[in-house]
């Protein structure tokens, strides 16, 4: 079965600063990768996602994110982090053919001025 | 617009109840879900539907049920069987055989 690492559970950056937020993945074949946002109370939101081809993919808000296979990774990256990206981050994992998808437990994000 | 409508956004209930929470979407999305969250856990699969009149369990089904009478509609029934109910509740749906799921505000059910 698919799993997901998020090593960091909360992340403080300034705003201004780069971005990366780390996300480490279990699974034999090639995954269907995802990134999605959760603001306080809210549902979460589709930040970006990579299924095949271009390993960096672009998403919404500037956020980008890499594919590495050799490394098992796909790490969500942003240049410079404005105080409305405080939230909290979730990677998942999706399997071709399979609907279900395996989410890591999140790192919450805090900016500070 | 388009989107995945969940009601209520909060609830409370007494012990030994059993509560309803509702899921609708106007997607036109074939697969449905549920997840819980709890405070360091992420999202944990409870239960998924992929047609209407099918769905399967997930990681976490026990004391939860389900049905999908209707492609719009998911309604997840929390059992006073559920030892630990008192979470943050998620919907969502996707296009079959993408994975992208696309997610309901969320249900805070609250155990008095």
Redesign the interface.
Known sequence: AQSVTQPDIHITVSEGASLELRCNYSYGATPYLFWYVQSPGQGLQLLLKYFSGDTLVQGIKGFEAEFKRSQSSFNLRKPSVHWSDAAEYFCAVGVRGNEKLTFGTGTRLTIIP | DGG?T?SPKYLFRKEGQNVTLSCEQNLNHD?M?W?RQDP??????IY?S?IVNDFQK?DIAEGYSVSREKKESFPLTVTSAQKNPTAFY?C?S?I??T????????S?LTVL
Do not use: C, P, V, W
């Not at chain 2, 360091?40 to 699969?45: A, D, K």
């Not at chain 2, 994975?99 to 505000?105: P, V």
């Open positions: 995945i969940q697969a879900y997840y360091g856990q992420g999202l944990r699969l998924y992929q997930g998620l969502a996707s079959a055989g994975g992208e799921l696309f997610f309901g505000e969320g805070r």
